[in-house]
């Protein structure tokens, strides 16, 4: 009897170690899969303000640092177009009684104050909840003869699993970098970063300057459009976006 015990217990024990091993296989040799936990585990996990790095003048009171480059010892020059996404009649998409125009103004306007602290003039397609057009929306960064344009959105996607910050950009390279600059910075915030992409948007396409659009994140999914809602994120979006257009504007 006690051989038979004994031997069951060893068999037991060489099963959980042949999935153990398993396991680490799996992490170490499939890439992809491991690749798509660490997404999951970024896109799901809580965001704690005291894991951010500290850098281009983010504290974890949202407010503006000494950092060199959104202090106020360098100044940048310069012309940007910020675009909040939607307004007024133009809700963008709803969720759960979030409406993405108000997450992209708010957004908007917090790139604008840390912009102008950095000593950039900023142009705002709108300011408050108001519908302005595509066309006009273009027409206004066309006439301001501006360095660059950023439009801001939230994403949806009928898939609520999927998360993420995008960049897209139209035709142009230095759209593109602009683009991946501002991913950049929000990667080292540790801000949740999907992907950039080329994309034919019609404010992409229309302006004539280095142009990004970045959806800050999917408002379908719970998880971030909890973080979409909280002030202390929207402040962290702001600073990466402003941290990126102002690295990008050094170089450029
Ligand atoms: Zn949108």
């Excluded at 060489?14 to 491991?34: D, Q, T, Y």
């Excluded at 959104?70 to 133009?90: F, M, Q, Y």
């Excluded at 108000?102 to 142009?123: F, H, M, Q, S, Y």
């Excluded at 139209?170 to 801000?191: D, P, T």
């Amino acid at each position: 009897m006690k051989k038979v015990l004994c031997t069951a217990a060893i068999v037991v024990l060489g099963a959980m170690l042949f999935m153990l091993f398993k396991n680490a296989v799996n992490l170490s040799g499939e890439g992809k899969k491991a690749e798509d936990t660490e997404k999951k585990r970024l896109s799901t996990r809580p965001f704690h303000l005291s894991e951010l790095t500290p850098q281009a003048g983010f504290t974890a009171e949202g407010g503006q640092g000494t950092d060199k480059i959104l202090g106020s010892d360098v100044k940048i020059s310069g012309t940007v177009v910020i675009d909040a996404g939607h307004g007024g009649k133009d809700m963008g998409c709803s969720f759960d009684g979030t409406d993405e125009k108000d997450v992209n103004l708010l957004v908007a306007l917090g790139v604008k104050e840390r912009l102008e602290t950095a000593g950039v003039e900023v142009i705002l397609t709108r300011s408050s909840d108001e519908f302005v057009s595509l066309e006009d929306r273009a027409n206004l960064a066309n006439a301001s003869e501006a360095d660059c344009f950023v439009s801001i959105h939230c994403n949806s996607f009928e898939d609520e699993t999927v998360s993420g910050l995008e960049g897209y950009w139209f035709k142009s390279e230095k759209g593109k970098s602009l683009s991946e600059s501002i991913l950049r910075q929000a990667g080292g915030n540790l801000i949740n970063v999907r992907k950039t992409k080329e994309e034919d948007y019609f404010v992409l396409r229309e302006t004539a300057m280095p142009a990004t659009l970045i959806e800050i994140g999917y408002l379908s999914n719970e998880n971030e459009r909890e973080m979409l809602k909280s002030s202390k994120y929207q402040s962290t979006v702001s600073a990466s976006i402003a941290e990126g257009i102002l690295d990008w504007l050094s170089c450029n």
